[in-house]
């Protein structure tokens, strides 16, 4: 065979494989849909549309769900993704928990499991009980091992692309750095993807959540720590050595606490929900009056974000005052953010969902004094509607990418 019949054939490959993902991917996401919305929608002939609907059936691909309502002709089959084509694992390794759980190719969660964890009890106990949280849940799927495509992990850390290692949460720093990439490979036998919580839960928000179809965003991820995911032009934003978004260390304080980091005055120091619980233990210990001291029933190691909530929705003076203190401080950081980066769109997630009522109130006030007027209003803040699922769906979306992108491809081929 010569060169140009050779090249004329591979040129016809690669435009089949590229009409077809085409195909696949407008069922995908606007699906369910009919033969004619996909003509209409690709820019493809009617023919073309059918050949392909006929393989990707076949290949079990997108399934037949009904048809449309007949306006006197032939009714059309609509047809929608199979998203329990394959399957997903994903892993959020978090501050005091492991939560696992098995998606399928929407990131829709079909089995969860949360192993609660002390870091006292050591790095090994801690990769042993992520290994046994996967290995359970892929049991009691009944799912195939070949059915699943790879695991995502994201960790509450800084993850290095160069080398694949991971330097879990500072507090952890003696850990060293560890490739979960590897040890689960080598134990599953399947691809595996590690990135820290942030940047998987503004993945998640970009794919299913506020940050759909949005170009410019940014993922705030404020609990016991402080991070960020930057969407940038649709993609995520990780930068040279894949540490971009370490909103929680900017300093704001020269004076204040030592940040976990071994830095002085982080936001992250001042700002997370662990500084807030401090501080209400602080004013509590101190003797100030509050409804906080029935709550712990006097153990304060039992105070938690959440019953500062609720103390302050009862309009508890030492809840509300410590809320709205972490409030400003927020803000103070978002007004940077804002006019250094211009977002579309700020998503808030995390536990401080859990004061959303409380605490939008002294962070608008501070963006609306200090952010300048042009990208203020154009800037929305919300709260995330992904609760704690965020980072942990998030982690199994650059596996499903790379699905498309290569195992469908080669089905095509």
């Given at each position: ?217 940014l993922y705030l991820n404020i609990g016991s720590g402080l991070g960020m995911g930057i969407i940038f032009n649709g993609k995520l934003y990780e930068g040279v050595s894949g540490t971009a978004g370490e909103f929680g260390h900017i300093t704001v304080d020269e004076n204040g606490p030592i940040c976990a ?153």
């Amino acid at each position: 065979m010569n060169n140009n019949k050779q090249s004329t054939i591979k040129g016809q490959t690669l435009l089949r494989q590229r009409n077809v993902l085409l195909v696949l991917n407008t069922i995908n996401s606007s699906g369910p849909i009919s033969k004619r919305e996909i003509v209409y929608l690709t820019g493809l002939s009617f023919a073309k549309v059918n050949s392909i609907i006929i393989f990707l059936n076949n290949l079990n691909l997108i399934l037949e769900v009904g048809k449309e309502k007949s306006s006197g002709g032939r009714p059309s089959s609509i047809f929608e993704f199979n998203s329990n084509f394959r399957y997903t694992i994903g892993c959020q390794l978090s501050h005091t928990q492991i939560h696992t759980i098995v998606s399928n190719l929407k990131g829709e969660i079909l089995f969860n499991d949360i192993k609660p964890f002390d870091k006292s009890t050591g790095k090994e106990f801690v990769i042993d009980l992520m290994i046994d949280s996967i290995d359970n849940l892929i049991n009691l799927s009944g799912i195939p091992h070949d059915k699943f495509i790879g695991i995502g992990v994201a960790i509450a850390g800084l993850f290095n692309p160069k080398d694949e290692t991971t330097l879990p949460f500072p507090h952890l720093v003696s850990w060293g750095n560890v490739s979960f990439k590897s040890i689960l490979y080598n134990k599953f036998k399947l691809p595996c993807y590690v990135n820290n919580i942030a940047n998987a839960a503004a993945l998640a928000e970009r794919n299913y959540g506020l940050g759909k179809g949005i170009e410019n965003v940014l993922y705030l991820n404020i609990g016991s720590g402080l991070g960020m995911g930057i969407i940038f032009n649709g993609k995520l934003y990780e930068g040279v050595s894949g540490t971009a978004g370490e909103f929680g260390h900017i300093t704001v304080d020269e004076n204040g606490p030592i940040c976990a980091c071994g830095n002085v005055g982080c936001l992250e120091a001042i700002a997370s929900t662990k500084a807030v619980i401090n501080d209400a233990k602080d004013r509590l210990k101190q003797g100030v009056l509050s409804v906080l001291s029935n709550m712990v029933k006097d153990n304060i190691n039992d105070l938690d974000f959440k019953m500062i909530c609720a103390a302050a929705i009862q309009s508890d003076k030492l809840a509300f005052s410590v809320i709205d203190k972490m409030g400003q401080n927020l803000g103070e950081g978002i007004v940077t953010l804002i006019n250094l980066l211009n977002p579309e769109r700020i998503i808030l997630g995390g536990k401080i969902v859990d004061a959303k009522n409380l605490i939008i109130i002294p962070i608008m006030n501070i963006v609306q004094k200090r952010a300048l007027e042009i990208p203020r209003r154009n800037t929305e803040i919300v709260f995330s509607n992904m609760g704690s699922n965020a980072g942990t769906v998030g982690s199994t979306i650059p596996i499903i990418e790379r699905f498309f992108e290569n195992e469908v491809n080669k089905l095509i081929e």
